[in-house]
């Protein structure tokens, strides 16, 4: 029985099989390059940006705390707040766009 099933899906031939594979491989490859890609990219650099970051760094959380480095651990950072008040946040906790844009000169346009 499982030969006559197998002979009736084969009936089309190879090469019908194989291009009913073609839309399901160009899927994965677009899902590959406009999406895993791009999120393992962003991964890096946050892990790449955490590691750089010194005491005296200022920065700000994923929650929208400012405050500036005062000491670094291992897994976490102690971060001072303005009011003087000090916070432990995981690395994890840093937001790297925010603090990137926090940390870089504003452009100063020419007239």
Known sequence: MIATILLQAGGAGGLGSFTSFIPLVLIVVVFYFFMIRPQVKKQKDQKKY???LKKGDRVITTAGIHGKIIDVAETT???ETEGGHKIRFEKSAISLESSKALNT???VKKD
């Open 50 to 52: 955490v590691e750089e």
């Open 77 to 79: 950072f102690l971060v």
């Open 105 to 107: 000169p504003p452009v």
